[in-house]
Every structure is written in structure tokens, then in C-alpha cells.
């Protein structure tokens, strides 16, 4: 079946604009999470969403950074007034949930901030 | 928080020789283990994991060990192939709880000479 999809693809934005980044995750998938992975660097935890629980929010670097998932699906999310240090490439994944830990990874949206 | 550690960041072989990377981690409850591949452009891949219950798991040329008591695993790739090219990443997460954040380390570039 389909994987993980992401769009853009590519992202180029002016210092202090607002973006949109998008993720559809695996059809079925409880689970949905974003990561950051900055040039040559480790992915970076962002936000978690399970099911209709709250998302955990703790690796949000900032206020400026915001998720929402909406019907438990298609996800968002969004960098505003952003800055030089948001480029990287923002990475979202899914799984089964539960107690179902298989992390499945989308091809990522690269966002470059000028 | 979990801290996974990863070594080396580079790594160039023969076709043909065995690549192995090593990562440490942290938090004694973590339990879960995953390795996942990165080729340029796409989203990570999991090629394999490991949970705590087992010491060593193999799928054809690729193995990974595990030491709770010492904390380390490692990814061993034997035969490598010019296709094995890529990054490679560890992470370790506490399966069953409900925290399901992966913590990555920062990753390992393997090379494969022709």
C-alpha cells in the first residue's frame, strides 16, 4: 500500500514568513510524529499524536512552531515568522500505535529559510 | 531524556569487508532498539531493530548485538555491497509505556568502495 506521504517536497521561504507542511500518514496508522534532522545531524523529536489523546508537545523548539492533526489523519505543520536556524529537513512518520512501535517515515520536506 | 550516542560518523570499506557501527544509550528502561537506513533524498528505512528480550538478531548480510548491561548495540553488515551506501541511524525508545519517542543518534555515513 502507500507510504508515508509529504508535501512539499521542497521549501523555500523568506526570514519571518509563516509555512504549512504537510503529512499523510499510512492509512490505518494511530500514531503520527515529527522530527527535524538538520544538515548532517540526528532526527530531533518535534510532536507526537496518538489516537484522540493529546499530543505530546515537548520537542517543539518553540511558540513559533505548531501541529494539528486533524480526524485523526492528514497532519500540519506550521513555523511562524520563520527563522534561518528552521532550515532543515522536517520529517513525519506513523505506526500502528498501541503498543506497536514500527516507525514509518515519509521522504521528508526540505525547508530552506533566506 | 534518553541519550543515544553513535561512532563512527563516517565509515568507509572495501566492497566485500564488514562495516560496523556502534551506538550507546542511556536510559536502562529503554527496550527497543531499531536501525534504520537513509539514502539521499528519501526518509529513513528500518532495516532492522532489536528488543531487549534478545541479545542478537539476523536478516542475510545484516546482524545487530545487543549488551543491556553495558548498554551498547551494534549494526553489523556483512558482504557490503556499493548499494549499502547511505546513512545509517540507531535509536533506542521504552516500548510499552507511553512515551514511543524514538531518540536517534546522530548517524553514521558508510561509504562502500567498489
Known amino acids: 500500500g502507500a507510504g508515508v506521504s509529504q508535501s512539499p517536497s521542497n521549501k523555500v521561504t523568506e526570514k519571518g514568513k509563516d509555512v504549512e507542511l504537510r503529512c499523510d500518514p499510512i492509512s490505518g496508522h494511530t500514531a503520527l510524529y515529527w522530527y527535524r534532522q538538520s544538515l548532517g545531524q540526528g532526527l530531533e523529536f518535534l510532536i507526537y499524536?496518538?489516537?484522540?489523546?493529546?499530543?505530546?508537545k515537548s520537542g517543539l523548539p518553540s511558540d513559533r512552531f505548531s501541529a494539528e492533526r486533524t480526524g485523526g489523519s492528514v497532519s500540519t505543520l506550521t513555523i511562524q515568522r520563520t527563522q534561518q536556524e528552521d532550515s532543515a529537513v522536517y520529517l513525519c512518520?506513523?505506526?500502528?500505535?498501541?503498543?506497536?512501535?514500527?516507525?514509518?517515515f515519509g521522504p521528508g520536506t526540505r525547508l530552506t529559510v533566506l | 531524556g534518553e541519550n543515544v550516542e553513535q561512532h563512527p560518523s563516517t565509515l568507509s570499506v572495501q566492497e566485500g569487508d564488514s562495516a560496523v557501527i556502534k551506538c550507546t544509550y542511556s536510559?536502562?528502561?529503554?527496550?527497543?532498539f531499531p536501525w534504520y537506513k537513509q539514502e539521499l533524498g528519501k526518509g529513513p528505512q528500518l532495516i532492522i531493530d532489536i528488543r531487549s528480550n534478545v541479545g542478537e538478531k539476523k536478516d542475510q548480510r545484516i546482524a545487530v548485538t545487543l549488551n543491556k548491561t553495558a548498554k551498547h548495540f551494534s549494526l553489523h553488515i556483512t558482504e557490503t555491497q556499493p548499494e549499502d551506501s547511505a546513512v545509517y541511524f540507531c535509536?533506542?525508545?521504552?516500548?510499552?509505556?507511553?512515551?514511543?519517542?524514538?531518540?536517534f543518534g546522530a548517524g553514521t555515513t558508510v561509504t562502500v568502495r567498489a
Open positions: 536510559d536502562s528502561a529503554s527496550n527497543y
Open positions: 512518520a506513523s505506526s500502528l500505535g498501541g503498543r506497536t512501535d514500527t516507525q514509518y
Open positions: 535509536a533506542a525508545s521504552t516500548v510499552g509505556s507511553n512515551d514511543y519517542k524514538l531518540s
Open positions: 499524536f496518538q489516537g484522540n489523546s493529546a499530543p505530546d
